[in-house]
């Protein structure tokens, strides 16, 4: 089947203004990730779904960053205001059952987002 | 001090070389993973492993929970292998290494 799929690919916006990244994870994956990677750098972690709920939004790097995850499939990242610090390749992963916080971790190819 | 460390950072190898690559963690974790990151960024999970030992194809992951070490070792390897390999805990979030950036020469 389908893997995990996110959009835009890639997105260049002005300082300033708010972005929606979406994920698409892969059918029945109960268990969501965002991650992000700045040019060069290695992989953050940001925040990851257990159904529709999020455990654990400390890694959500300032109060700008926002997601929500609904009916167990698609989730959004919302960055308001964004930053020329906010410019990375930010990647969604899935896990299948029984996840938990814990599984094999299926990427996306990841949003390019550059800020102005 | 990074909670999840890799060595080395950068490896070059000649094809057929049999590669290792460490990973220590200081936290308490679930699971660990290895992931390969390729020169286009994509990124592919390895292997997940809680204990033990792992094999798929040339490579192998090993983990040692006691000493909180974790080693990923490829078999003849080969230039299409080279990528980044990056080595994370996972215990509901996931906590990464820098990755090791290895090039199999011809």
């Known amino acids: 089947g389908a893997g995990v799929s996110q959009s835009p690919s890639n997105k260049v916006t002005e300082k300033g203004k708010d972005v929606e990244l979406r994920c698409d994870p892969i059918?029945?994956?109960?268990?969501l990730y965002w991650y992000r990677q700045r040019l060069g750098q290695g992989l953050e972690f940001l925040i990851y779904f257990q159904g529709n709920s999020a455990p654990d939004k400390s890694g959500l790097p300032s109060d700008r960053f926002s997601a929500e995850r609904t009916g167990e499939s698609v989730s959004t990242l919302t960055i308001q205001r964004t930053q020329q610090e906010d410019s990375a390749v930010y990647l969604c992963?899935?896990?299948?059952?029984?996840?938990?916080?814990?599984?094999?971790?299926?990427f996306g190819p990841g949003t390019r987002l550059t800020v102005l | 001090k990074n909670e999840v460390e890799q060595s080395p950072q950068n490896l070059t190898a000649q094809e057929g070389e049999f590669i290792t690559i460490n990973c220590s963690y200081s936290?308490?974790?679930?699971?660990l993973h290895w992931l390969q990151q390729h020169p286009g960024g994509g990124i592919v999970s390895l292997f997940m492993l809680s204990s033990g030992k792992k094999k798929h194809g040339r490579l192998i992951a090993t983990i040692n929970i006691q000493e909180k070490h974790s080693s990923l070792h490829i078999t003849a390897s080969h230039p299409r292998d080279s990528a980044v390999y990056i080595c994370a805990g996972n215990n509901n979030d996931m906590r990464f290494g820098a990755g090791t950036r290895l090039t199999v020469k011809p």
């Open positions: 059918s029945g994956h109960t268990a």
């Open positions: 992963a899935s896990t299948k059952p029984p996840g938990a916080g814990v599984g094999e971790q299926f």
């Open positions: 936290v308490g974790i679930s699971a």
